[in-house]
């Protein structure tokens, strides 16, 4: 038989195959996280994630200066308060650390576009995302609560918020508070698609951010689902979302694609700081070749259906494409 149809003829030489790509990566779609803590002159590192830090208020700017350098455009912030109470209300203070870095970050670092976290699991004394009813988390007293904490960010500066808390209804809850003070144009990113996960286990570390008792199953999904991501999903577009989350990215690409193809809005895909750390921990035994796993596995999140990623790796995925790579 001859051989009419060739797979390969694609594949003859770099520039074919850069030209013939299904997926292309751009530097403007990466968001890098960031922890912000309260103190003077601290840059230290986060010990379960290697190369990843903790700054205070201060220290921020020179952080997100080299994030731009290596061609971030957005950060997300997470706070780490000195002091806790049992309704987090470090979360929406005022002078609150997210806040604080916040009008630092705007004022001294203007074109990079701010991202928060809204949630309350760093804010609380018993470690959990919303207001406790005995030992379970009360849905409906926690909205307010959360919507405050997102206003509390967009007054602040905050250029989009993205709620991590898994509660039902939020999404309404902050669209329609935001709105009331006038800020309709800033958008919501959900993380409406978010499992309960294993693979959060160094950002509970980092943020000091673990439950004091129980686990976050009753709120957060249950990870042997499908059809329930498109039902998340499909609740915060009606509520409101600009963006809808899945997160964790890796074990979840199934889910990436579900989402992608069921919705109008931007998918974006948040590769968490377990990912992050059996990348860096394989590579420091010498086991893989870090740059190329994380060019790879970054790839795999668009491929699914993912227009936006959120990772540990921005900085360096940013100079990768820069690179060509
Ligand atoms: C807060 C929050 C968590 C993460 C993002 N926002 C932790 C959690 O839900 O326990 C995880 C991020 C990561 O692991 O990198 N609710
Ligand atoms: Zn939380």
């Known amino acids: 038989m001859e051989l009419l149809k060739r797979p ?6 770099p520039l074919i195959r850069t030209m013939t790509r299904e997926t292309r990566m751009d530097a403007s779609s990466l968001i890098y996280p960031m922890f912000v803590k309260d103190g003077n002159g601290i840059k230290e590192e986060i010990p379960s994630m ?9 220290m921020l700017p020179k952080a997100l200066y080299e994030a731009a350098d290596a061609g971030v455009k957005s950060v997300m912030l997470f706070g780490i308060p000195d002091s806790k109470d049992e309704c987090g209300s470090g979360a929406y203070a005022e002078d609150g650390i997210v806040q604080r870095a916040l009008r630092i970050a705007k004022r001294e670092c203007p074109d990079m576009y701010l991202i928060t976290d809204v949630c309350m699991c760093e804010y609380t004394s018993h470690g959990h995302c919303g207001i406790l009813k005995g030992d379970t988390v009360d849905n409906d007293a926690t909205l307010p609560y959360l919507a405050n904490i997102a206003l509390s960010h967009v007054a602040a500066g905050a250029d989009m918020v993205a709620p991590s808390d898994m509660m039902d209804g939020r999404i309404n809850e902050i669209r329609t508070l935001l709105d009331k003070n006038g800020y309709i144009d800033t958008p919501i990113m959900s993380y409406a698609v978010k ?14 951010s673990a439950p004091a008792f129980g686990d976050r199953k009753s709120y957060q999904m249950d990870y042997h689902n ?11 577009v009606e509520e409101g979302a600009d963006i809808i989350m899945v997160k964790p990215a890796l074990s979840y690409l199934d889910i990436i694609r579900e989402v992608a193809n069921e919705i109008t809005l931007p998918v974006a895909a948040y590769s968490v700081s377990g990912e992050y750390a059996m990348i860096k921990a394989a590579a420091n035994c010498g086991y893989i070749d870090e740059d190329s796993i994380v060019c790879e596995s970054a790839t795999s999140i668009y491929r699914a259906g993912s227009n936006i990623l959120i990772t540990y790796y921005a900085k360096e995925l940013a100079k990768f494409i820069k690179d060509g790579r």
């Open 226 to 236: 499908r059809k329930e991501a498109l039902k998340e999903a499909l609740l915060d």
């Open 195 to 208: 499992y309960s996960s294993a693979f959060y286990g160094p950002f509970r570390e980092a943020a000091g």
């Open 8 to 13: 390969r003829r694609l594949r003859t030489n």
């Open 50 to 58: 290697e190369n990843q830090y903790r700054y205070s208020v201060d």
